[in-house]
């Protein structure tokens, strides 16, 4: 009898899944596999990468390994770090 009873509960429970649900459980789980993989193989993970993007003061967020962009900011960088010095 209790096997009955899940099966009418699985019914009900899918007739209100719709494409959607069943993409997103598919992409969290694809996700998640690719996670324990690289968590197994001692690869960080992708937040935990160093990045070379930052902020400036005034904003903008630029490459700071690209001189032609760092350029750009070195007076907004200099004077927020004279403005902690003081």
Known sequence: MPELEFEDAWRVFLSKRTEADFQ?????RDWTTREYAMRQA???????KPSPLMTCRCGEVFDSHRLEQTLIHVPHISAAESEYVR
Request: avoid cysteine; aromatic fraction near 8%; hydrophobic fraction near 25%.
């Open 24 to 28: 997103a459980w598919r992409e969290e």
């Open 42 to 48: 001692g690869e960080r993970m992708p937040s935990q």
